[in-house]
């Protein structure tokens, strides 16, 4: 559900990018918009869903690829 809540809180802030669950249980994400609206999903992804549980949050910053349309759950293997 935490890659879900973080899609649609993407989407209602109008960024693009994938969220996706890593291979050792992490969730990545890969945002792309601008600066308020990026430290609009941290603060967001932070608080979380009521029942999800966060232990860390690591953050970096590139620029963006222009590569998405939408906001996406990607299935990585």
Known sequence: MFRDFIQRNARAIG???QV???????????????????????TRIKKGPPLARMDDMAVAYAEATGEFGGFHIAIKK
């Open 15 to 17: 960024l693009v990018g």
């Open 20 to 42: 996706w669950n890593g291979t050792d249980g992490t969730v990545m994400v890969v945002a792309e918009g601008e600066d308020a609206d990026i430290t609009e999903l941290l």
